[in-house]
């Protein structure tokens, strides 16, 4: 789907996520929350998801428009190892993401300081494809930015996708994300140099959104 860096509002009011993280009290530096909402569970990536992930996001129609993702199971066990130390010293967040009611990790959600206090961050996801249009997506990402915003207290959230990449860039419109130009010849993919459309979401329009679908106000 869209670019990893290695990863729609409805138009009805959607249901509170059952678990909300207390920016307060979660330190998630130590380990992440297990959120749950609608279709999906996020929670922390264990070294027993290298298979369903491997499975997952190399196949060609995920990986077309990601940076390479690793190309075995022993390299993704490396890669949840990293994810652990950086989420560790609090530059770098990655979600395994799970059907509500099954524990196999079928994606990911990742975001990554940009700056040294995170107020800025960027942002990148990846789902197996059977799991394209159902909604799994929509509910993951609502449970990500907001962890963004309320929990690691991110202000401005960006994401980065190929200009190729209809379903990538149609589902971060579908969100509420702006575009704020296009990154020209910025991603390097297959040996070829694609362009990208710059993405963002800032915490309080994103409040405000929500205040919202909450209302039953159609935006």
């Not at 609090?90 to 994606?107: E, K, L």
Request: aromatic fraction near 10%; glycine fraction near 10%; charged fraction near 20%.
């Amino acid at each position: 789907m869209e670019r990893v860096p290695f990863p729609r509002p409805t138009t009805v009011p959607v249901p509170p996520p059952l678990h909300t993280p207390d920016p307060c009290t979660n330190d998630w530096r130590a380990g992440l929350p297990t959120l749950t909402r609608g279709r999906v569970t996020l929670r922390e990536l264990q070294a027993t998801d290298a298979v369903s992930l491997f499975a997952a996001i190399s196949s060609d129609d995920v990986s077309r428009f990601l940076s390479p993702p690793p190309t075995s199971i022993d390299g993704f066990e490396r890669f949840i190892a990293w994810a652990h130390r950086q989420r560790a010293v609090g530059q770098y967040v990655s979600f395994g993401v799970s059907p509500r009611g099954s524990d196999t990790a079928i994606g990911l959600f990742q975001i990554r300081s940009l700056e040294p206090s995170f107020g800025t961050a960027e942002w990148g996801f990846a789902l197996a494809a059977e799991f394209w249009g159902t909604g799994v997506f929509v509910d993951a990402a609502h449970l990500a930015i907001d962890f963004a915003f309320d929990t690691i207290g991110t202000h401005r959230l960006e994401a980065r996708a190929a200009l190729k990449n209809g379903r990538g860039n149609g589902a971060l419109r579908k969100l509420g994300a702006v575009q704020e130009g296009v990154l020209r010849r910025s991603f390097l993919r297959h040996g070829e140099h694609l362009d990208q459309m710059l993405w963002t979401i800032l915490s309080d329009e994103w409040r405000e959104s929500k205040a919202g679908w909450c209302s039953g106000v159609i935006h």
